[in-house]
């Protein structure tokens, strides 16, 4: 797994005394595809959140989230673009590595963006190449059905871990005549559980089923080895995910299963309004910068 160093933390100043932090935590030791693995194997249900910079990507995993996902919704929550398929492929790439230099031991994602696996096989592992030299990821996710196994055997050969994004596809959202949940009929929850086990065959190292029934959830967990991730799709997966502007309460809209768990906008415009109000009255507090002894003088005489 590709490693970096961590920037070194900085001490904080602020305005105003806050209430302390708690003690940033010793380092982890790195997160590995074995140790999701385990997770699985011992029924242990694992965070996973989405993250596009650095500094995010350094505080979640000083709060022990194990899997972050750089993830195509960096087209609209980062880039606001009206959808997921405008995600720039080397963007991308650029913000996965920074999201990998921010938490080293965390195993990182990378979300391959529309038409970047989808028009050639070659291609497709070129990319998903480049996500893992140029972007530091340890793992990429495309979204597939049973029809990209051969793909996903050609990228496991190239030693590209793989994980098949299955459910709801928002990659498809045009097709589909819009994002909507998938596996509420027989008719469509059986092929969901062929497609994961046929990518599980094709040596996908994880699965990620996005908006879906728990029942189909639970049987694909049934008939599958690998760790499943849930994305809206119940608790019965061994993991769950979700963006994590909608957890933070940063989005004028969430889906029903990314319920916030916090208003840090409000939080937000609350402390850009405080720093308003600051700066029209001058409370800035005590300038740090002043002119070296005897400098003033001089500086004086020379534009009196």
């Not at 498809?172 to 008719?187: D, E, H, I």
């Not at 694909?220 to 991730?229: F, G, M, R």
């Amino acid at each position: 797994m590709a490693m970096t160093q961590a920037p070194s933390a900085k001490p904080h100043q602020v305005a105003e005394p806050v209430e302390k932090a708690a003690p940033e935590p010793p380092a982890r030791k790195p997160v590995t595809l074995r140790t999701i693995a385990k997770f699985a194997q011992r029924g242990e249900k694992f965070a996973c959140l989405t993250c596009y910079d650095v500094t995010t990507a350094r505080w979640l995993e000083r709060a022990g989230v194990p899997l972050l996902l750089v993830g195509d919704t960096a087209a609209e929550v980062i880039l606001g673009l009206p959808g997921t398929i405008h995600a720039p492929l080397d963007f991308l790439i650029t913000i996965t590595a920074a999201v990998k230099r921010g938490a080293p031991n965390s195993l990182v994602m990378a979300d391959m963006p529309f038409l970047s696996y989808q028009a050639d096989d070659a291609e497709g592992i070129h990319n998903a190449g480049r996500f893992m030299t140029e972007g530091l990821a340890d793992l990429v996710k495309i979204e597939a059905d049973r029809s990209f196994a051969p793909l996903v055997e050609k990228m496991v050969r190239a030693g590209i871990p793989v994980v098949g994004h299955i459910g709801s596809r928002p990659q498809q959202s045009k097709v589909r005549g819009g994002y909507r949940s998938v596996g509420r009929t027989a008719a469509q929850a059986g092929p969901l559980v062929d497609d994961a086990i046929a990518l599980e065959k094709a040596g996908a190292t994880m699965l990620l089923i996005e908006a879906c029934p728990d029942e189909v959830s639970q049987r694909i967990v049934q008939e599958t080895s690998v760790p499943v991730i849930g994305c809206g799709a119940g608790p019965s997966c061994h993991g769950q995910i979700v963006v994590l502007q909608d957890l933070l309460g940063l989005t004028d809209w969430q889906p029903s299963f990314a319920r916030p768990i916090t208003a840090l906008g409000d939080q937000i415009i609350a402390a850009a309004q405080r720093w308003i109000e600051m700066v029209r009255a001058s409370e800035l507090g005590e300038h740090p910068y002043t002119m070296n002894e005897g400098e003033l003088d001089k500086f004086v005489q020379q534009r009196p």
